[in-house]
C-alpha cells in the first residue's frame, strides 16, 4: 500500500491527451513539491517533472505536471507510441521525521 | 554528464548483509550541494526510497528500514555504499543508486543508475 494513490492503469491512442492523477495528504504533497518519474520497459526511472511542474532539459513540453491542495496529476499531450512505460509520482512526508514517499505507479498503455 | 554504477553481489543468503556500491563518475560527490541515493524495486512493483547521504555523512534513512540501513559516503573514491541487516526474501528487489537534489531542492533524483538485482536465497 504505497503512502502516494495513483491508478494502477491509464491508456489512450496516438495524438490523445491523458492524465495521470497522485492523490496524498497534508503532510507530503499538501505540503512539499511533487515529481515524477517515467520508467521505459527494463529501464531505470527517468526524472520527468520536478517541483510540481517544471521540466529537466530534454523532456518534451507534451509532459505537463500540476499541483493541487494534497492532489497532483501529470499530463502528456500528442500522445506517441514510445510513452508507453510506468509513471511514478512522488514527494517529501514530513511525518516520522521526514522521507520520500512514492506512488504505486501507473502503466500506462498506447492503444 | 554524472553517471552511476551500481555494483556488489546478486545473490545474499538469508540473515546476512546485503552490500552495495554506487560509483559516481562526471562529477564529485565531494562538491556538496546534492544526495546521494539509494531507492529499491521489488519484482513487478513499485519504488522504495531507502535513504541518501550528503557528502559531508548526514543521513537520512526510511523509517520503515532504518534499524537494518546503514548508507556511507567514500570521497577519495567518489562512491557511496549501502548496507542493509538482517535480510530476508522480502527485501529482493532490483536496487538504484541516485544523485539527489535533497529537501532545499524538492527532492527529485537525477539522475539513476542502471539498477542490480539483488536476490535473498539460501
Known amino acids: 500500500q504505497s503512502v502516494l494513490t495513483q491508478p494502477p492503469s491509464a491508456s489512450g491512442t496516438p495524438g490523445q491527451r491523458v492524465t495521470i492523477s497522485c492523490s496524498g495528504s497534508?503532510?507530503?504533497?499538501?505540503?512539499?513539491?511533487v515529481n515524477w518519474y517515467q520508467q521505459l520497459p527494463g529501464t531505470a526511472p527517468k526524472l520527468l517533472i520536478y517541483?510540481?511542474?517544471q521540466r529537466p532539459s530534454g523532456v518534451p513540453d507534451r509532459f505537463s505536471g500540476s499541483k493541487s491542495g494534497t492532489s497532483a496529476s501529470l499530463a502528456i499531450s500528442g500522445l506517441q507510441s514510445e510513452d508507453e512505460a510506468d509513471y511514478y509520482c512522488?514527494?517529501?512526508?514530513?511525518?516520522?521525521?521526514?522521507?520520500?514517499?512514492f506512488g504505486g505507479g501507473t502503466k500506462l498503455t498506447v492503444l | 554528464q554524472v553517471q552511476l554504477q551500481e555494483s556488489g553481489p546478486g545473490l545474499v543468503k538469508p540473515s546476512q548483509t546485503l552490500s552495495l556500491t554506487c560509483t559516481v563518475s562526471?562529477?564529485?560527490?565531494?562538491?556538496?550541494?546534492?544526495?546521494w541515493s539509494w531507492i529499491r524495486q521489488h519484482p513487478g512493483k513499485g519504488l522504495e526510497w531507502i535513504g541518501y547521504?550528503?557528502?559531508?555523512?548526514?543521513?537520512y534513512y526510511n523509517p520503515s528500514l532504518k534499524s537494518r540501513v546503514t548508507i556511507s559516503v567514500d570521497t577519495s573514491k567518489n562512491q557511496f555504499s549501502l548496507k542493509l541487516s538482517s535480510v530476508t526474501a522480502a527485501d529482493t528487489a532490483v536496487y538504484y543508486c541516485?544523485?539527489?537534489?535533497?529537501?532545499?531542492?524538492?527532492?527529485?533524483?537525477?539522475?539513476w543508475g542502471q539498477g542490480t538485482l539483488v536476490t535473498v536465497s539460501s
Open positions: 547521504i550528503y557528502y559531508s555523512g548526514s543521513t
Open positions: 512522488a514527494a517529501w512526508d514530513d511525518s516520522l521525521n521526514g522521507h520520500v514517499v
Open positions: 497534508s503532510s507530503n504533497i499538501g505540503s512539499n513539491t
Open positions: 562526471g562529477g564529485s560527490i565531494s562538491s556538496g550541494g546534492y544526495y
Open positions: 541516485a544523485r539527489g537534489g535533497g529537501r532545499s531542492e524538492g527532492n527529485w533524483f537525477d539522475p
Open positions: 517541483s510540481n511542474n
